[in-house]
């Protein structure tokens, strides 16, 4: 029976039906009926546009991002996605900030909605810093599919873990 980190949060029948469509081989095809292609937004360039065309819909007023790039060094088995950073520097007499944004590199080829789903996580950090009722909210808000989204995404997570890439 596999083990599923990625889905601890979830009730125990949530859990103990997503090992089940995983030891069984079931979950790969389910995901890619599901979601036959991977997004082509392989690019930094491409994945920064991306971003900001979510923020300026939905967070226009926020702080501009200065970075979004794809992290080799974002370990998804320590359960981080992806990373929001606010890096404040002193200049002279000024103090300067810029708000980055890190994916792990396992999202460089998934489907787009998996992509979007931790956009609009890191992206909401740019106005709630903590993971609370507001946080969700505004992820919501964003993506309406934002929670089943997450359950999919860790789902791919735990499946990828066992067998490997889907796309």
């Known amino acids: 029976m596999a ?11 949530t859990k103990q039906q997503a090992e089940t469509l995983i030891d069984s081989g079931r979950a790969g095809a389910w995901l890619l009926k599901r979601y036959p292609l991977a997004h082509n937004l392989s690019s930094e360039r491409a994945l920064y546009d ?13 702080a501009p991002l200065a970075k979004v790039i794809y992290d080799d060094k974002i370990h998804v088995i320590k359960n981080a996605l ?6 404040s520097r002193v200049q002279g007499n000024k103090l300067k900030s810029k708000n980055e944004i890190r994916i792990s590199s396992v ?24 993971h609370n009722k507001a946080f ?16 999919e995404v860790r789902l791919y997570l735990a ?3 066992r067998y490997a890439a889907l796309w």
Do not use: T, W
Not at 7 to 12: M, Q, R, T, V, W
Not at 52 to 62: A, D, G, M, P, T
Not at 108 to 127: K, S, W, Y
Not at 136 to 151: D, R
């Open 3 to 13: 083990k599923i980190d990625y889905l601890n949060g979830y009730a125990p029948e």
């Open 107 to 130: 999202f460089r080829r998934v489907p787009e909605p998996f992509l979007r789903m931790i956009l609009v996580h890191e992206l909401a950090h740019l106005r709630e810093k903590e």
């Open 50 to 62: 991306y971003a900001l065309q979510i923020k300026n819909q939905f967070l226009r007023s926020s």
């Open 159 to 161: 499946y990828l873990e």
């Open 136 to 151: 969700y909210q505004l992820c919501n808000y964003m993506e309406p599919e934002y929670h089943q989204l997450e359950f």
């Open 82 to 87: 992806g990373l929001h950073s606010y890096v």
